[in-house]
Nanobody, 123 residues
Framework: QAQLVESGGGLVQAGVSLRLSCVGSGRNFSSYNMGWFRQAPGKDREFVAVISYNGARLRSADSVRGRFTIARDNAKNTVYLQMNSLKPEDTAVYYC????????????????RGRGTQVTVSS
């Protein structure tokens, strides 16, 4: 059973960058599609980006496209979310999710989810 642990969150000012990491346990990390999602207080969970198991396919939400980049290093069992030009509206708990087949924007369809890392962007 896969376990996912996120890190890299923090309190930053608008305009700066952060890189989030999600490390997966288990031997088959490279078989999983990996997604990043976020949830702000009082709001529904929101899709951020997803990357296929081999990194060949990427998709991101309109709200972050051009600012956020998803990438993975299967040798390190890690998926990253590079976040540039952060805005106060990016404030949320960010978490990663993994699934062997799902490449969608609904995290309920993913088999595994981490507990998240808090990102707070001040204006």
């Amino acid at each position: 059973q896969a376990q996912l642990v996120e890190s890299g969150g923090g309190l930053v000012q608008a305009g700066v960058s952060l890189r989030l990491s999600c490390v997966g346990s288990g031997r088959n990390f490279s078989s999983y599609n990996m997604g990043w999602f976020r949830q702000a207080p009082g709001k529904d969970r929101e899709f951020v980006a997803v990357i296929s198991y081999n990194g060949a396919r990427l998709r991101s939400a309109d709200s972050v496209r051009g600012r956020f980049t998803i990438a993975r290093d299967n040798a390190k069992n890690t998926v990253y979310l590079q976040m540039n030009s952060l805005k106060p509206e990016d404030t949320a708990v960010y978490y990663c999710a993994a699934d062997l087949w799902n490449f969608g924007e609904d995290d309920s369809g993913y088999d595994y989810r981490g507990r998240g890392t808090q990102v707070t962007v001040s204006s």
